[in-house]
């Protein structure tokens, strides 16, 4: 605890409090993702548990102040382990008029509500399209509400720093952050490191900046408006080294990592699309770890140099989002064929169309089963958290190469850009990947380019420019064994059931099912992706009432794992959310025969814990009741 903050707790009342819910909203231009950013920074270096949604607004250009404009930031942070960034906030900084439009209606009741009063003029409150000022006409009653004029505070602050009127507005975020660290005990010391660092090139930011921060825990300090402080303890953890991740790092940092034991050099061939573009980024500054990464013209340059760079020996990646991967889908198909071992990372958005890039769904996941001609199976694989995409990157590596398999990594905006905190993996501990390439031929011996290994069904992973290793390589049919272009009937249906079992055979090679909860009882949950958190909250929940309820998440979807089917008929019912239309629950429904029962979400948002508990409770009901009968 800092000096300011232990003057503080010693004339003002201190509450304890196990968790809070925060949400920073306002212009793009406002800076929220930025401070939300800080504000986790600062409060996973003091031990909290933490996740973490960040919201952008659908258009890139919005004008200023109106309702398509808000951006957002929210973040939970607990002294226990917590599954989601919550469902309702207990606190909502609002910097405009459009900001408080589009979120009170979240707000706990009794929660607080700080108020910029700077940007609520008679301009401002039109564009949000209220007719009457919200402060003064009743409609914030319920709410504890904070009332800071924080343009006139910020520049009052920085009256003697010479950046101009409008580079001085622009740090009034940073006078609301020093605001709520003040509230809740966070350490300014990280964040000053940080900004410094951020603009060491402008010292003029970097002190309106943090003058503006101090300025801001000051004025929470010394005025009568806040009566009371917050603490959250630390959360309880494992031991180790902790760094906050979000889902797109943790990605990239699953490929390198999977490289270095694999022995191959990472090549990804992308092109930038939301909310895909930061792995092309990320893994644009590892060079000295031997990655190579091309910016194509197209989403179809950008998988077919992928599949090529796996021709030639490396670990070919490629990164899209769904309209991208409708695109990529002929040369999914090349890789089919030609059975090379390929990573493809679907960071899912809203569709159809170029729909609503910033909003998350899981809607490719029939796309990525079946969106290419002819029989064409990936195996398929999901990410579920931000720190379970480490390991889903790596995992798809290890497969891709092991079974010579394109292998699709759906992940989607929510997982993407939301963070929590990981705990780094024992290096030495992650297992290994063999990969052998065939080796030179003999003179006295031919080549058998589709000769399989008995138990993957792989082929051989011929390095162009072996001696002794010519064969013919494309998209037209392969004779069995030889690799000769073949039209024979029989050799084509042979060729296809084979590419079909070399998927299945992953399934060998999993683990069992860990449903959280018995292995029996009323319903079981099924997830797969983002709906993980919101599922184990909502299920803890329901058996903590003392409901027969257990959950399972897959993060292999294709092939399924063999002992699902076993899980599934140990519960009388079966549910599984999804953010589409009920495309897994289809699927599980035409396998196995199964009633599962689809909870569908598609409005671009995740599943709130509260929602989903309130619909499984019914689904537990409807158990109940035929079982009565």
Not at 283 to 306: N, P
Not at 318 to 334: F, I, M, Q, R
Not at 401 to 419: C, E, K, R
Request: hydrophobic share 40%; proline share 6%.
């Amino acid at each position: 605890m800092d000096q300011a903050t232990s003057s503080a707790t010693a004339h003002k009342g201190v509450q304890e409090l196990d968790q809070v819910v925060i949400r920073f909203a306002g212009d793009s231009g406002d800076g929220m993702q930025l401070t939300g950013d800080q504000f986790t920074r600062t409060t996973a270096l003091m031990g909290n548990d933490i996740a973490t949604f960040p919201d952008f607004p659908a258009e890139i250009r919005a004008p200023a102040g109106t309702l398509p404009g808000v951006s957002a930031f929210q973040l939970r942070f607990s002294s226990f382990d917590i599954h989601t960034p919550g469902d309702a906030p207990d606190v909502l900084v609002a910097m405009n008029p459009a900001a408080l439009k589009v979120h009170i209606k979240e707000l706990k009741k009794d929660g607080i509500l700080l108020l910029n009063t700077g940007s609520f003029g008679a301009l401002d409150l039109k564009k949000a399209k209220y007719d009457a000022d919200p402060r003064s006409d009743g409609s914030l009653d319920g709410w504890r509400v904070i009332e800071v004029d924080l343009e006139a505070r910020t520049k009052e602050a920085l009256a003697n720093s010479p950046l101009d009127a409008r580079a001085k507005g622009r740090c009034k975020n940073m006078y609301a952050l020093g605001i709520l660290y003040w509230m809740f005990h966070r350490d300014m010391e990280p964040t000053m490191k940080a900004i410094a660092k951020k603009f060491a090139k402008k010292p003029d930011i970097v002190d309106a900046n943090l003058t503006a921060m101090k300025a801001g825990h000051a004025y929470a300090e010394t005025t009568e408006v806040f009566q009371t402080a917050y603490e959250v303890a630390p959360a309880p953890m494992r031991a180790g080294t902790y760094r906050n991740i979000m889902g797109n790092q943790a990605l990239c940092l699953g490929l390198v990592a999977a490289s270095k034991k694999a022995g191959l050099q990472i090549f990804l061939g992308s092109y930038p699309i939301t909310p895909a573009s930061d792995i092309l980024h990320q893994l644009s500054g590892y060079k000295h770890h031997g990655v190579i990464t091309f910016q194509a013209e197209d989403e179809i340059a950008a998988v077919a140099s992928a599949i090529g760079a796996s021709y030639a020996g490396c670990l070919g990646v490629t990164s899209t989002s769904g309209p991208g991967l409708a695109l990529k889908a002929e040369a999914l198909g090349l890789a089919v064929m030609a059975e090379l071992p390929l990573v493809v990372l679907n960071v899912q958005r809203a569709g159809p169309s170029t729909g609503m890039p910033t909003k998350t769904q899981q809607a490719d996941l029939l796309q990525a089963m079946y969106g290419r001609n002819g029989e064409s199976p990936c195996v398929v694989l999901a990410a579920s958290t931000p720190s379970d995409a480490f390991e889903t990157a790596f995992e798809a590596v290890r497969i891709a190469v092991t079974h010579m398999v394109p292998v699709v990594v759906l992940s989607d905006g929510y997982v993407a850009n939301g963070s929590e905190p990981w705990l780094l993996p024992d290096v030495d501990a992650l297992p290994a990947i063999d990969v052998k390439f065939a080796p030179e031929g003999k003179p006295d011996e031919k080549f058998l380019p589709y000769q399989r290994n008995p138990k993957t069904l792989a082929r051989p992973w011929a390095k162009p420019g072996t001696k002794g290793l010519q064969h013919r390589i494309g998209g037209l049919e392969k004779q069995d064994v030889t690799g000769n272009i073949s039209y024979d009937p029989a050799n084509h249906q042979h060729m296809i059931d084979t590419r079909a079992a070399k998927v299945a055979k992953v399934a060998d090679d999993l683990p069992p099912l860990q449903p959280i909860g018995a292995m029996t009882g009323d319903v079981l949950v099924i997830g797969w992706g983002s709906t993980r958190g919101a599922i184990t909250a909502a299920t803890l929940r329901l058996q903590k009432a003392g409901h027969a309820i257990s959950c399972v998440f897959l993060r292999h979807l294709n092939p399924l794992p063999n002992d699902l089917l076993a899980l599934m008929r140990g519960f009388s019912k079966v549910a599984l959310p999804e953010l589409n239309c009920g495309q897994l629950a289809m699927m599980l429904r035409a396998r196995y025969l199964v009633d599962v029962q689809s909870i569908s979400q598609v409005n671009g948002q995740p599943f709130k814990s509260q929602e989903l508990e309130d619909r499984l409770l019914a689904v537990l009901k409807d158990t109940k009741g035929e079982a009565k009968q």
